[in-house]
């Protein structure tokens, strides 16, 4: 088996000193790919000669003398983020041979900075689900044991990361879907401050709670891709013109003296494994011993946030994709007439059950007389959500919090049961309804699995968090890789 490849930090200092060439880098990531991605299904599309190509011109701009934080690294990102040229699929047989003619902000800032694209990565159909077992094309297998899920929506990212067949990748956060599949594959996942990432050129699931991050092995590579794609689009109006700190500045200070912890009791929910229990109050006591301060807090509302989620971003989902008609792009069915034949035969066979049932969900709640019930009662359930989270951090500068009731389940263990399904994410909803940031580190095995703590914080505080998960992973040495045997 091919070599997995090396940190970010580790294949910068290659690079820059020339140790290797991101040709060669590159050669060993799809070597790597073709390796072990049978087994994983991580990718649904690579792209080896555009990879080539874009690495030689890293090499070029590095033999210039140019250095940048992600110039000559590759990387891959979720399959609902729009690449020029690329097919993108969004896991979704209504995408499956769609071909961009534009690309998206994020995939612009990244191959401008020089990073090295190597393919497209399976997630869940429109992002929607927690096993990435919605994906239309094939299931994700979690490195760290092949019978399990990756988590999802975003499993391809996670997995992609956690088997080392790219040293980083995107994925998107509308529930936890950077969060949960961080946790169940072992590596950092960070969901950015709604706005602090441009996503012109994601494909919308819920407009209102979507936001792009990385992937990484470690929260010092957080800090390297979160520079280059964060900051102001004048392409995408929820963007913040919030500036851009030099994320990497802050991870020097390894001084947890004075840090105010709040351990929200309401995250601690009945449910939560014992195993991965013991897991974060573990990794709390760690982050104790390092010099934080501990609190008890409380966010009351914070055990509506599932259901209310599951009125907002339905709603939200029933509007975006709307588009998704056979008319304007995409999957088109051949039968029918009338145009309405048409619209019914192609959504009828475009889309899986998971999308379909989310569709009538948020189109139930947005319908005339039940608007008020439904969508109006979880936008204020949201509003008081926020004002917890605002209360808290008055009092502490970060929370910490289990990533997910469980690590990572059985392949299949779930698919029939949507509501046991929704409960992955009752930890990692709240911050999406509150627009806040949350990072995810690896802090434990537990029976041989992956546990994340969440660290999160108030809005722009992403420096902070990656502050304290560098801190804390500095003095944890982390969980290190599976160990991938592959046929
Ligand atoms: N698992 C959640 C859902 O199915 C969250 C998805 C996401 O964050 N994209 O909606």
Redo the contacts with the bound molecule.
């Keep these: 088996m091919s070599d997995p490849l090396p940190t970010l930090a580790a294949c910068r200092k290659l690079l820059d000193e020339r140790h290797i060439s991101a040709r060669e880098l590159t050669q060993q990531a799809l070597d790597r790919i073709a390796a072990v991605d049978d087994s994983i299904g991580a990718y649904l599309t690579v792209v080896e000669e555009h990879a080539l190509a874009a690495a030689a011109a890293a090499d070029e701009r590095l033999a210039a003398g140019e250095r940048g934080p992600l110039l000559g690294i590759p990387m891959a990102l979720k399959d609902v983020l729009i690449t020029q040229g690329i097919r993108t699929t969004a896991g979704s047989k209504m995408l499956s041979s769609y071909i961009p003619p534009f690309e998206g902000t994020v995939a612009e800032r990244l191959q401008a900075a020089g990073a090295v694209l190597l393919g497209k990565l399976n997630c869940?159909e429109f992002?929607?689900?927690?096993s990435n077992e919605n994906s239309a094309f094939k299931p994700v297998h979690n490195p760290w044991d092949l019978q399990r899920v990756p988590g999802?929506?975003?499993g391809g990212s996670a997995a992609a990361v956690a088997a080392a067949e790219a040293v980083f990748t995107l994925g998107?956060?509308?529930?936890?879907?950077?969060r949960?599949p961080a946790s169940f594959c072992g590596v950092v996942g960070l969901k950015p401050t709604y706005g602090r990432v441009s996503r012109f050129g994601l494909i919308a699931?819920a407009s209102s709670l979507?936001q792009v991050g990385p992937f990484t092995r470690t929260c010092e590579d957080a800090a390297y891709v979160l520079e280059v794609i964060a900051g102001h689009d004048s392409r995408d109006s929820t963007s913040a013109r919030q500036p851009v700190p030099t994320y990497r500045a802050a991870l020097a200070n390894h001084d947890l003296h004075g840090l105010r912890i709040g351990i929200p009791q309401e995250f601690f929910v009945p449910g939560l494994q014992p195993e991965v229990g013991k897991a974060i109050e573990g990794a709390i006591g760690q982050l104790e011993q390092l010099g934080a301060k501990l609190y008890d807090v409380s966010l009351p509302h914070a055990p509506y946030a599932l259901p209310a989620?599951y009125i907002i971003?339905p709603a939200e989902a029933s509007a975006n994709l709307a588009r998704f008609d056979g008319v304007k792009y995409g999957y088109r069915a051949t039968e029918g007439d009338a145009l309405w034949d048409v619209y019914a035969a192609t959504r009828g066979e475009g889309f899986g059950p998971e999308v379909k049932r989310r569709i009538m969900l948020g189109t139930y709640a947005l319908s005339a007389g039940y608007y008020d019930a439904y969508y109006l009662q979880a936008q204020k359930v949201r509003t008081l959500i926020r004002q917890d989270f605002d209360r808290a951090f008055r009092e502490v500068d970060l929370l910490v919090a289990p990533t997910s009731p469980t690590t990572a389940f059985r392949l299949g263990e779930k698919v029939d049961d949507p509501l046991a399904?929704?409960f992955?994410?009752v930890c990692t909803?709240p911050l999406?309804l509150a627009g806040l940031p949350g990072l995810v580190v690896p802090c434990a095995l537990a029976h041989g699995l992956p546990v994340g703590i969440q660290l999160m914080g108030a809005s722009w505080s992403e420096g902070e968090l990656l502050r304290v998960g560098h801190a804390f992973e500095q003095a944890t040495q982390g969980i290190g890789l599976p160990s991938l045997t592959v046929p």
């Excluded at 992002?127 to 927690?130: H, K, P």
């Design positions: 869940d992002a929607m689900g927690s999802g929506s975003s998107s956060d509308t529930g936890g879907s950077i949960q699931f979507d989620y971003a399904m929704y992955s994410d909803i999406n």
